[in-house]
């Protein structure tokens, strides 16, 4: 359905949340909110380049806002902050 609506380049940031919603039972999260501790795997869209993002899943985030993140696309683990992150979903 996804691929159907939007093509293989991905969601566009702006249908992000309505993607999730449509998908999942959760809510959206400011990303200056993200609590500190474990992050449930938190859909979260790192910033890439000049309005380029990547969906990631959040895993824990420490006291300074550095976030753990898997990237199942990549399959690997990877390292970002708050502050680059642009938007965030919680199923939880």
């Known amino acids: 359905m996804i691929v159907a609506t939007y093509g293989n380049n991905g969601v566009p940031i702006t249908n992000f949340y309505s993607v999730n919603t449509l998908l999942q039972n959760g809510h959206n999260v400011t990303p200056s909110n ?3 501790g474990s ?3 938190m859909i979260i869209v790192i910033q890439t380049g000049l309005g380029v993002g990547h969906a ?3 895993q ?3 006291g300074s806002g550095d976030i753990v ?3 199942a696309q990549n399959n690997c683990i990877g390292y970002c902050t708050k502050n680059d992150v ?3 979903y919680s199923s939880y």
Request: include cysteine; hydrophobic fraction near 45%; glycine fraction near 6%.
């Open 34 to 36: 993200i609590a500190n």
């Open 86 to 88: 642009i938007a965030a």
């Open 60 to 62: 824990y985030c420490n």
């Open 56 to 58: 990631v899943n959040g």
């Open 39 to 41: 992050m449930n795997n």
């Open 69 to 71: 993140y898997w990237d």
